[in-house]
């Protein structure tokens, strides 16, 4: 078998050629199933069928076999591989936490996902959505004559998404069926009803055999024919098998199926004029089936202005009022919870840090929450600040002082041209008249700001370079601005931006 030893000694040394090539790869979770199932075959026959031994070498205990000599070095290689990947690559690709930080929340960026579960909310939704459930529960949809259509309605970034994902965690406990339709995955307006009715027949079909069918014929008459090419056949005999209205048809079948049916459609505010049309023809008559209900969220102001403009008619009426049967209005977010929302977000982005230099953030913080949050105003905006904000933090967070910083992070999320000037000293000029420069701004200009730049940036600026730190209200308890890290220090303004602080250091080496 000397022929056989050779060929394993390739297969060995290929093993560490394939180490060296690929030690910076993941590896796809479908060769991950081939592993464990080859290993698996592998252990069973060594264990249950003793006869099997896979060309032995040595036959007393422990036996050793020429396979033997294939798979542990395989396995060594393929630990080896996993070890230099995930310590030494993932890690800077992902730019993340260590993996043992993972199971813990801690992270350095914010996802703008929506909530799924009651767990996550923090917003008190769940004291909404189950009364309006109930309510829904209520209704008497099998008989009536058309579907209903729910509006969530609140501005973008104010939780819609996340409302609807808990209200249609309650409808699926209840046992009733959810489509999601997104139409801002068709191709083109034309297309918007057909994939629809794709998705439609799709998920109820797993509870009515022949709803495609049904719903193909139905669609043939409104002149929907693409996707449904397959069902012309059977739709023929169907013709002459049930000679009722096709619609009629359709609501006979979604009558005995005894659930009731949700469709989701998210998302209408992010499409045009014409989209929105075609989505409201939908909804109003072309899928106006018994017990369906329509849950639609959208930024009613937005929506009416762009089909106001689409349809050029100078009407101050709600036009999205003739299509939407209930609106449910979002309360607005009470800027306390982002504020204590923020204090979790510090805890978890900061850790590491030294315990005195998180209680310095969480203090600044305490000085600047309430303009933060109420110009914030949203939990989308909130986290999309957090991103902005807290990893540039940790890098200075020995070298700025924290409200001045996230008050200057404020501006830069939301005026970031001003904030760019800033960077280049156009709103203010160096003091020189004692032992602490600082940057000012100067009398004859304030005046100009009032009438150039926005009333909020205004606001943000003068807190930063007109007002002492609120932490030292006192005029005996005034220390240099220096020794505060401030902003208005001249020593510490580079290390507020980035590419100053860089600009220096390059200069300095």
Sequence with gaps: MSWLGAVISLGVIYQFYWLIRYWKADISIYFFGLIFLIGGLYVYYIKFYPGCHFWLIREADPQIAFVDLLIFPWAIAFALQRCVYLLCFKRKVLNAWPPFLWGIGVRRVENDKPINSENEDWLGFKDQVTPLFDVLQSLELKEEPSSLTLGIIAQWGKGKSSFINLLMAKVKEQGDIVVFFNPRSSKNVAQIQEDFFDAFAKVLSKYYIGFGFLLGRYTKHLGLLGQYEWTRPLESLLTLLLPEKDERAINAALYSVGRRVYVVIDDLDRLTGEEIIEVLKLI??????????????????????????????????????????????????????????????????????PQEAKERALEGWGYVDSIIAENLASVRHLKRYVNLTLPRYREVYDKVNPADFFLLSLLQYRYLSIYNNLARHMYIERNNEDSDPIYVIPRELRQRLTEEIPETALFILQEMFLRYP???????????????KSIRSVIYFPHYFRYIEDKQAEQGS
């Design 470 to 484: 609120p932490e030292y209200n006192s005029e005996d308890s005034r220390p240099p601005y220096k020794e505060l």
């Design 284 to 353: 109003d008559r072309n899928a106006s089936f018994n017990n369906v209900v329509f849950v639609m969220a959208y930024d009613k102001e937005y929506v009416n202005n762009v089909l106001r403009k689409h349809l050029d008619h100078g009407l101050d009426h709600s036009f999205i009022d003739k299509y939407v049967t209930w609106e449910v209005t979002l309360p607005e977010i009470d800027s306390n919870l982002l504020k204590e929302k923020m204090k979790s977000y510090l805890d978890n982005h900061l850790f590491g840090l």
